[in-house]
């Protein structure tokens, strides 16, 4: 008897120290266990960077249809598990009308909302440097054609009201805030008469929504951002100062896109009324689905996150973050070039019994896998003293 109530008391000081150590990592628990707490996952990927091989190698000449879910399917799972799913849509969904193009000036078939839907996505992010390729008759139109299949977006707006209405979704109890903004528009302006149609990064605009968010009840803020050198595998100082300003602002979690290839993730420790909290940035998620077929942009990251309220104190709290890398696979099938995007470690894996896989493929698997391993994805350097918010 003695000795259950010394185990008991050494696992009651043991939970209390580790919910109370600052340096905890990022996986332990704020507040400690026990609690009633509800929890969600939310998962996000970057750039659907939409080239002309991609969306042709999908094309259907029976239906005219252009069925990307197939692309898809092998992460598919990824995204129904989570009880959210964002993604950067960086084309635009202007109608067939316009011609279907790649880059510079991007226009994908509609098709692809619904069919990203069907796969378990749920929202897209619509301000990035092509959200003006095919003018604001383009921005609109795919703001429309996203409706339409039921995603949700941020990022881009019809109108001054839209763009004040903060956007703040409750999944599971959980009030999520999202923001969306880019860093560039590739020279191409934002229309003078229609200042609301691009978000751009401006910090006076993003105080305000983050104000909004929290006015509006948000319990986390997401903020996503298109900004960063294309191709560089590390943060500018750009980066990081926009990042560790978001943060004292109130904002949780950064997810970065535009690089088309991953850089380092950053968490760190937020005290905020004396209560440690774990705050996270991706700086890159890198490329989800491309034709960029060179090394570091044929991969990407997939982050689950894993966010908790604790329902008698109403505070919420990032818990835990699970990188998954993805790489994009092509293969030759029916007289052309097809598109797979593959979780890295579940594929090797399996990768004896994947008969579309070759020694090469196998041996690029493998090599994403040790180019985006912990120790590059989380290094020393971004490691930082703890914030303290008023």
Not at 86 to 114: H, K, M, Q, V, W
Not at 191 to 199: F, G, R
Not at 288 to 308: E, P, Y
Request: glycine content about 6%; charged content about 20%.
């Amino acid at each position: 008897m003695l000795l259950q109530v010394l185990m008991s008391l050494l696992a009651a000081w043991f939970l209390f120290f580790s919910a109370h150590t600052p340096d905890a990592p990022l996986g332990e628990a704020f507040p400690p266990p026990g609690t009633r707490e509800v929890s969600i996952t939310v998962a996000a990927v970057g750039d659907f960077l939409m080239h002309m091989p991609v969306v042709y190698s999908v094309h259907n000449p029976d239906t005219g249809r252009f069925e990307f879910r197939r692309i898809f399917e092998p992460v598919q799972d990824l995204f129904q598990a989570a009880d959210y799913a964002i993604a950067n849509l960086e084309t635009t969904l202007a109608g067939p009308e316009r011609g279907y193009s790649g880059y510079p000036r991007f226009n994908c078939p509609a098709d692809l909302a619904a069919e990203m839907r069907a796969v378990g996505l749920d929202m897209f992010l619509t301000a990035n440097n092509h959200s003006l390729d095919q003018g604001a008759a383009g921005v609109i139109a795919t703001i429309d054609h996203l409706e339409a299949a039921g995603l949700d977006r941020v990022g881009t707006y019809r109108s001054q009201e839209e763009k004040d209405r903060p956007f703040v979704r409750d999944i599971g109890g959980i009030r999520l805030g999202v923001m969306n903004y880019t860093a560039s528009t590739n020279g191409l302006p934002v229309p003078a008469d229609k200042p609301y149609l691009v978000n751009v990064i401006d910090r006076d605009e993003m105080r305000n929504e983050i104000a909004a968010l929290k006015t509006t009840g948000a319990d986390i803020i997401i903020a996503c951002l298109h900004f960063g050198e294309e191709y560089s595998r590390h943060p500018n100082d750009a980066q990081r100062d926009l990042v560790h300003w978001l943060f004292s602002e109130g904002v949780d979690i950064v997810l970065g896109s535009h690089p088309h290839v991953v850089q380092p993730t950053e968490t760190r420790t937020v005290l905020k009324d004396g209560v440690p909290r774990k705050k996270f940035a991706a700086y890159s998620l890198g490329n989800f689905i491309s034709n960029q077929r060179w090394q570091h942009a044929d991969s990407g990251l997939l982050v689950n996150l894993v966010i908790k309220k604790d329902l008698d104190t109403g505070v919420t709290f990032l818990a835990d973050v699970d990188l998954i890398p993805i790489w994009v696979h092509t293969y030759h099938a029916a007289g052309r070039v097809q598109y797979r995007v593959l979780p890295v470690e579940k594929t090797l894996a399996a990768s004896r019994t994947d008969p579309l896989l070759t020694a090469a493929d196998v041996q690029r698997l493998a090599q994403v896998a040790d180019e985006l391993k912990p120790g590059f994805l989380s290094p020393a350097e971004l490691s930082r003293q703890p914030l303290r918010v008023r």
